[in-house]
């Protein structure tokens, strides 16, 4: 195990049916506050089958911000899906890994090479 400095936190919550209905009757002036992939407020971001929403922070955020954080979720849920209340307890904090690549299948990966420096054991 090896501690990741780079690695940005998301702090969300799953989207289950009745969010997912409350986002999809969002206002048009609310849909900032979520639609945008980069955005500043809130991101809608896939793990796995699922889909979760919330607000990604830079890496090394200090724990008294964490709160303010949580409470700063739920309140633009609030906002944009007022009919669905989410506890704060919902929240919970990944870590955001990078893009995993296709795995390379056999044609695409390189044929081997047969001329070039070797080096033998003679």
Same mark, same amino acid.
């Given at each position: 195990?090896?501690?990741?400095?780079?690695?940005?936190?998301f702090f969300g919550c799953k989207i289950d049916s009745r969010l997912r209905d409350a986002l999809s009757r969002a206002k048009p002036g609310d849909r900032r506050y979520f639609e945008d992939p980069e955005s500043p407020f809130l991101r809608?971001? %896939?793990?796995g089958d699922e889909r979760w929403i919330?607000?990604?922070i830079d890496p090394g955020v200090n724990v008294t911000e964490v709160e303010d954080?949580?409470?700063?979720v739920t309140s633009i849920l609030r906002r944009i899906a007022p009919d669905v209340r989410q506890a704060p307890s919902s929240i919970k904090i990944?870590?955001?890994?990078?893009e995993?690549? %296709?795995p390379e299948t056999e044609?695409?990966?390189p044929a081997p090479a047969t001329r070039g420096p070797y080096i033998a054991n003679y």
């Open positions: 195990m090896k501690l990741q400095k780079t690695s940005q936190l809608v971001l %896939p793990f919330g607000k990604v954080i949580q409470r700063n990944f870590s955001i890994g990078a995993e690549a %296709p044609a695409a990966q």
